[in-house]
DNA sequence: CGTCACAGTGACGTTAACGTCAACTGCTCT
DNA sequence: AGAGCAGTTGACGTTAACGTCACTGTGACG
């Protein structure tokens, strides 16, 4: 036996393509322990679990939160195991991001209220040579 | 005369206080052509034209727009006077900056509900100790 | 007149998230 | 054996937005 390798492993370039990033970000994101594919001698596979996260490493970046904080959030999703008292401190973690997400929304709607009302005003003055339908 | 100082402006300290931010910052906006105050030997004064700049610097920021971003926006609050092309260039990124700020907001708030949902669902597991009313 | 506190000017340091080499190491194919 | 290529490991480069010195300059005060 070949020390149990899980049979749909894929390597770092179908990653690449798969989710369209570099190899450079995926030793990168190996590096800060977001993903752990198995090494074999030296090359990387990556495995199901690693392309679950990488999934949502992906997803957490799209929204604007830095890669430590997506790291900690990943045991959220992770560890279906025991350690209650690591459970709890993901939830919390997760309960403090929501509340920011919804502040960062509010100002955003905010942002957008004003800067619309902005750009019609501009029309309005007739200083704008009608920009659309 | 000395050249004609409006009588409302502020110094870097006041300007400090009144923004809650540091004479480091305030230097380097005006290297990034951010701010103008007047200079009277080597020392700045900030106008009310520096205020009103600052205060929408801030203002975007908060909403996560690079300064380079906020330099170009703010030469639509500013000149009043002609040059319609710039002026067309100018809304034109701001309707930009307004789609990107919608498309913002959308994923924010399936990212909010997704988390909300995981949240409720590890509390319906009971992995998680109730953690508020 | 000394010195203090504040202002100002470089200029280098910092964090995040990779990009970009350079220089190997192994395979695999011929 | 030689070519070629994917993959690997450092290690330095990059951008943004300041922080942090170190040092100079200056007006006010006792």
């Given at each position: 036996?070949?020390?149990?390798?899980?049979?749909?492993?894929m390597?770092?370039?179908e990653?690449c393509e798969?989710?369209?990033v570099?190899p450079?970000?995926l030793?990168f994101?190996?590096?800060?322990?977001l993903?752990t594919?198995?090494?074999v001698g030296?090359?990387r596979?990556f495995?199901r679990?690693?392309?679950a996260?990488?999934?949502?490493?992906?997803?957490?970046k799209?929204?604007?939160f830095?890669?430590?904080?997506?790291?900690?959030t990943?045991?959220?999703?992770?560890?279906?195991?025991?350690l209650?008292?690591?459970?709890k401190?993901a939830?919390?973690?997760?309960v403090k991001?929501?509340?920011?997400m919804?502040?960062?929304?509010?100002?955003?709607?905010?942002?957008?209220?004003e800067l619309k009302?902005e750009?019609?005003?501009?029309?309005?003055?007739?200083?704008v040579?009608k920009?659309a339908?």
């Amino acid at each position: 036996m070949t020390t149990e390798i899980p049979s749909d492993v894929m390597t770092i370039r179908e990653m690449c393509e798969a989710y369209d990033v570099t190899p450079r970000t995926l030793r990168f994101y190996e590096a800060k322990e977001l993903l752990t594919p198995i090494r074999v001698g030296t090359k990387r596979l990556f495995t199901r679990r690693d392309r679950a996260r990488l999934a949502l490493i992906l997803r957490g970046k799209r929204f604007g939160f830095s890669l430590e904080d997506i790291r900690q959030t990943l045991d959220l999703y992770d560890r279906d195991d025991g350690l209650t008292a690591q459970r709890k401190k993901a939830c919390e973690l997760a309960v403090k991001r929501l509340a920011e997400m919804e502040a960062q929304r509010a100002e955003l709607d905010v942002a957008i209220a004003e800067l619309k009302a902005e750009l019609a005003d501009a029309e309005a003055k007739g200083l704008v040579p009608k920009h659309a339908a």
